[in-house]
């Protein structure tokens, strides 16, 4: 019976093996190499990981991605829960302002970068533009240092925020009457009725939508590169921009592969914390 269900499961394996298991081995391989782009190789062991972390702009690099989840992650779940909070009462026309609220995360996240690039155009972008109407100084936006991760967690907020209002709006969705009732009878004001009653109530689904941007925030790469490419300098070069340097312009594939581990490795405990904390939490 044992060997009859095989026969099933034994496509499976094979993709799995062939699509995940396979290439991570691979990846930890290559990383214990002095790996060359002509395909000759050192195996030097644990130095590629070592060397890794003796390197400043590696390090950078891991307080950039810091930062930019940080801003991309803040930002889109506090105006999602907001705008969720509008969206789940009933006005005129809703269905239709809903349609377009979500319409950023429906583009892809390249024509989205190219779209902002030329609004972040310090003398042709139509920001600098809309700050000079109101009387503000323009800004380089994502050509300065100081501005540049704000600037693209900005474009990160605008096109996820959607995402994080439907999640939320369907955790709202969800929960009972009775505790608003009582609080109306009460005399509860709308702020104390959202604060101690729908915030508490919802925020399990809120950890859900932080869980799910903090992992595209940490991966995001296709936008960054299109408007930045970790510029100006090294001031947006977040791992993955370093990691596809060191591959694919500096062509340290052994270097790089440390690097993939090494993200994987950081990954994989943010994920286990989150978990952990999930457990451990009481929410109501």
Same mark, same amino acid.
């Given at each position: 019976?044992?060997?009859?269900?095989?026969?099933?499961? *034994?496509?499976?394996?094979?993709? &799995?093996?062939?699509?995940?298991?396979?290439?991570?081995?691979?990846?930890?391989?290559?990383?214990?190499?002095?790996?060359?782009? %002509?395909?000759?190789?050192?195996?030097?062991?644990?130095?590629?990981?070592? +060397?890794?972390?003796?390197?400043?702009?590696?390090?950078?690099?891991?307080?950039?991605?810091? &930062?930019?989840?940080?801003?991309?992650?803040?930002?889109?779940?506090?105006?999602?829960?907001?705008?969720?909070?509008?969206?789940?009462?009933?006005?005129?026309?809703?269905?239709?302002?809903?349609?377009?609220?979500?319409?950023?995360?429906?583009? &892809?996240?390249? *024509?989205?970068?190219?779209?902002?690039?030329?609004?972040?155009?310090?003398?042709?972008?139509?920001? +600098? /533009?809309?700050?000079?109407?109101?009387? =503000?100084?323009?800004?380089?936006?994502? /050509?300065?240092?100081?501005?540049?991760?704000?600037?693209?967690? =900005?474009?990160?907020?605008?096109?996820?925020?959607?995402?994080?209002?439907?999640?939320?709006?369907?955790?709202?969705?969800?929960?009972?009457?009775?505790?608003?009732?009582?609080?109306?009878?009460?005399?509860?004001?709308?702020?104390?009725?959202?604060?101690?009653?729908?915030?508490?109530?919802? =925020?399990?689904?809120?950890?859900?939508?932080?869980?799910?941007?903090?992992?595209?925030?940490?991966?995001?790469?296709?936008?960054?590169?299109?408007?930045?490419?970790?510029?100006?300098? %090294?001031?947006?070069?977040?791992?993955?921009?370093?990691? /596809?340097?060191?591959?694919?312009?500096?062509?340290?594939?052994?270097?790089?592969?440390?690097?993939?581990?090494?993200?994987?490795?950081?990954?994989?405990?943010?994920?286990?914390?989150?978990?952990?904390?999930?457990?451990?939490?009481?929410?109501?």
């Amino acid at each position: 019976m044992g060997r009859r269900y095989a026969w099933f499961i *034994a496509p499976a394996v094979v993709v &799995t093996v062939a699509v995940i298991i396979f290439p991570w081995m691979f990846t930890v391989f290559m990383s214990m190499h002095d790996w060359q782009v %002509t395909g000759a190789r050192t195996f030097i062991g644990f130095d590629n990981y070592v +060397n890794a972390f003796r390197d400043a702009r590696f390090l950078q690099a891991i307080g950039r991605t810091a &930062t930019y989840a940080l801003f991309a992650v803040s930002m889109p779940v506090v105006l999602g829960t907001a705008a969720a909070t509008v969206f789940h009462h009933e006005f005129p026309l809703r269905g239709l302002l809903r349609g377009i609220f979500i319409m950023p995360m429906m583009a &892809t996240p390249v *024509a989205v970068a190219l779209v902002w690039a030329m609004m972040f155009h310090p003398q042709l972008g139509v920001l +600098n /533009y809309l700050l000079k109407s109101v009387g =503000m100084p323009p800004s380089l936006w994502v /050509y300065a240092p100081g501005t540049v991760l704000p600037a693209l967690a =900005m474009v990160e907020t605008w096109q996820w925020t959607p995402l994080v209002m439907l999640i939320v709006l369907g955790g709202l969705a969800t929960l009972p009457v009775e505790p608003y009732e009582s609080a109306r009878i009460d005399g509860a004001a709308p702020w104390q009725t959202f604060v101690y009653i729908t915030l508490p109530l919802v =925020m399990p689904v809120i950890f859900v939508a932080v869980v799910l941007r903090t992992i595209d925030a940490l991966k995001a790469f296709d936008l960054i590169f299109t408007i930045t490419q970790g510029g100006p300098g %090294t001031a947006s070069e977040t791992l993955n921009i370093f990691l /596809y340097l060191k591959a694919f312009s500096f062509y340290q594939i052994g270097q790089a592969s440390a690097v993939v581990v090494i993200f994987f490795a950081l990954i994989v405990a943010l994920s286990l914390g989150s978990l952990y904390l999930r457990e451990r939490t009481r929410w109501a």
